[in-house]
DNA sequence: GACAAATATATCAAATTGATATATTATTTA
DNA sequence: TAAATAATATATCAATTTGATATATTTGTC
């Protein structure tokens, strides 16, 4: 069998880490992984009943607080593939803005409205920004106690990067709209 | 009908600018809008069938060298349909970087392994960087013939505010991951 | 004259999203 | 304390989109 697609790669990355739940999952995507990757609960659960099936992972029933819960484990088998789907060079690196779509056919509509879409984007950066600097604070203090951190964190720099240029590009965009009209 | 989905607004941005084929729509994807946003051939041809249908485009076909073409307008209709969608806040803003991702599990393969996903990138970015700056050059020279130009260097001016600060990133993390071996 | 590259349209299986359904437990608010 | 809301948890499905491939002609190169 070929290395496996994304999401199943994805998860047993997730679960080299620890065990967990599909939900779980689902909010480790949501939260550490939001800001370059992501995936839903349509991609999720079929993914982990194949990983089960071609034994990449194992799963357990357990009740908590008479809550039912699907536990997901790695194996030795799933723990070799997601190494070799590691050492493989990166496919796909792509961004998807819609904003940057609509500001490119931005002359149908007038300087105003690209200027109001800068600002929605202006606004959500420097929201996500935020906290990812936040989340920067604390992984730094984890470092040293925990190697997963030490990578967890250059994504975290990647973002407080990037969404840094994003806010100088938004200032240095908006001047250029406002001194054109 | 509501709005239409993404790829009929994308179709709908480009003839609003000229009249296009198929494949010159593709082309345009693959360079103008390459950088935000992207599209296949499997998502165009039959998009272009649905707007000709829903009246937000017209076809006709043009024999040029005995080479046949099916060249696609954007109507009135089609042109409101653009606006609307253009007037509404952009909703999806997303990063989906594989190369992030096998870093963020880099623990499991080792810090060579990281630095070397992060050479392929830097390579990457650093060509496609070059490739932004030519671009910019020459948007420069004829921003004040064509408004639709403006906007289109804005676009490519994010392009290079943000590989900038990819580069400087890739730098440092590689900084850290050398030091702490 | 042969071969590769570019132009041009089209389709399809497979991957993925976004929304929704269902049910239980925990927490907040009236 | 009762009701409402949020969080936990699993699951499915239509619709969207990709990535690959098929086909055919023309243009440019060796």
């Known amino acids: 069998m070929a290395i496996e697609k994304k999401i199943d790669c994805v998860i047993l990355g997730l679960l080299s ?3 967990l739940t599909g939900y779980e999952i689902k909010k480790r995507m949501d939260t550490s992984l939001k800001y370059f990757w992501g995936a839903s609960y349509g991609s999720i ?8 099936k071609n034994g990449m992972a194992v799963k357990r029933d357990e009740t908590e607080n008479n ?3 699907i536990i997901y484990s790695i194996t030795q088998k799933g723990r070799c593939h997601l190494k070799d789907w590691l050492r493989l060079p990166a496919e796909k690196d792509e961004l998807r803005y819609e904003t940057l779509l609509k500001l490119f056919f931005g002359n149908e509509a007038g300087a105003l409205q ?9 606004e959500k950066i420097e929201k996500d920004l935020q906290h990812l600097t936040d989340s920067a604070d604390i992984l730094r203090k984890n470092v040293s106690s ?3 951190h030490k990578y967890y964190l250059l994504t975290v720099e990647f973002g407080i990067k990037t969404y840094s240029a994003y806010l ?3 200032r240095e965009a908006k001047t250029m709209l406002k001194k054109e009209r």
Chains 1, 2 share one sequence.
Do not use: M
Not at 45 to 52: C, G
């Open 168 to 170: 100088e590009w938004c």
């Open 17 to 19: 880490h620890e065990d």
């Open 45 to 52: 659960y079929p993914a982990l009943s194949d990983l089960v």
């Open 146 to 148: 925990d190697d997963t």
């Open 114 to 122: 690209a200027i109001s879409h800068i600002d929605a984007f202006e």
């Open 67 to 69: 809550r039912h819960k």
